[in-house]
């Protein structure tokens, strides 16, 4: 897509830090880190968000995000991982193009990357049926 920097990046059009890529996604060190090693996982393809990734494109840019989890885990020492994604714009999504905020995670290293949310005081039967009667 024009004017997408992820799509851009993806060309090798943008010089970028690029730490592993197939034909399906590449790893990006983002410019300006949020914390130790976090990186950016971007389907190679052009997709806004989750709502519009075809499940066989998913299925393998999982693999890939997968796959780079297990590397940063054994290579890097990362005890464990958090993978982080927003999709749209009431969800905070900051550039249109499908990506997830791999985060290494260590002992002790003191991060919170779990959202703070208001408590909601949910009424245990209603609530289940209301959403199961909506999605299902
Ligand atoms: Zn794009």
């Given at each position: ?81 958090n ?20 985060i ?9 990357v ?23």
């Amino acid at each position: 897509m024009k004017n997408c920097i992820f799509c851009e990046i993806n060309r090798h059009n943008i010089p970028s830090f690029i730490i592993d890529e197939n034909e399906y996604a590449i790893a990006i060190l983002p410019k300006d880190m949020e914390c130790f090693w976090h990186t950016l996982i971007i389907p190679k393809k052009h997709f806004e968000n989750i709502f519009d990734i075809d499940d066989e494109y998913l299925q393998n840019f999982i693999l890939f995000m997968k796959s780079l989890s297990i590397k940063y885990k054994h290579g890097l020492w990362a005890t464990w991982i958090n993978l982080l994604n927003a999709n749209g714009k009431d969800a905070q999504q900051s550039i249109p193009h499908l990506h997830f905020h791999l985060i290494p995670r260590f002992p002790n290293d003191a991060m919170d990357v779990w959202p703070k949310f208001e408590k909601y005081n949910w009424d245990h039967k209603t609530d289940l049926n209301k959403i199961k009667n909506l999605i299902i």
